[in-house]
């Protein structure tokens, strides 16, 4: 069950959980707050908590107000479009023959018919993206799946509030589709957190553990990832 809480000006999503510690989280892209509190914690605690942490929530609000955006995409030649964490140039070029999309050293090109709409071309690009993100992924996660654990399933989705997420219950894990866009670094960083979390389901002190001792690194990634340009009219 989602409450709202509101604390000074600050405002927070509560959610109650079978958990034993209170956790609070500061979502992206504009710095929602999320709390996750223990089921028979008062909410004076809860309040006292949340106020106790409200230099770092509003540190990590401004860092989303401070990341740079992508403007609105227009899918006309010249634009910035962005593959594996690098910066492409969107070339299009006419043909009567099939619709398709080609990377090169600097540009992504789109091979259209000369009418194609913009949500065409849109279309067609995201069919890329996607096609590209399975391919990665299924190249990486065997051995990632062998070192730590197996899910039943996976499947890529747009997400506006995480790079990704694991059903402990059904073994299932879910990616970003917007993890395409970023470094490959980041997208193993988010494989490797969602296969931990078939082992342990909580953000807590085994977990960290298991996050370090397979990928040391993680941290920096994380901040990395975090820190990254955002979609202005799409946020994953």
Not at 188 to 205: A, D, S
């Amino acid at each position: 069950m989602t409450e709202t809480m509101t604390i000074g000006s600050l405002q927070c999503e509560l959610h109650r959980k079978a958990i034993k510690n209170l956790h609070i989280a500061v979502l992206p892209p504009h710095g929602r707050v999320r709390v996750s509190a223990p089921e028979a914690m008062r909410d004076t605690a809860i309040s006292a908590a949340v106020a106790s942490r409200l230099v770092w929530i509003k540190r990590q609000q401004q860092k989303f107000l401070d990341q740079p955006r992508q403007s609105g995409r227009q899918m006309v030649g010249g634009e910035g479009h962005f593959l594996w964490g690098r910066s492409y140039r969107l070339k299009i070029v006419f043909t009567a023959g099939r619709a398709k999309v080609e990377a090169g050293k600097q540009y992504i090109t789109l091979f259209v018919k000369a009418d194609s709409t913009q949500q065409e071309r849109m279309r067609l690009l995201e069919n890329f993206y996607r096609r590209t993100l399975k391919q990665e992924i299924s190249r990486i996660l065997p051995r990632w799946q062998e070192k730590i654990a197996a899910p039943a399933a996976w499947g890529i989705k747009r997400m506006k509030t995480k790079w990704g997420s694991c059903n402990t219950e059904s073994r299932r894990i879910w990616l970003n589709s917007e993890l395409v866009k970023k470094p490959h670094d980041c997208l193993e960083y988010i494989l490797v957190h969602e296969l931990v979390h078939l082992l342990e389901r909580h953000h807590n002190e085994r977990f960290q553990t298991l996050m370090d001792t397979h990928l040391p690194n993680w941290r920096h990634t994380r901040d990395s990832l975090n820190g990254s340009v955002l979609s202005e009219e799409k946020w994953i």
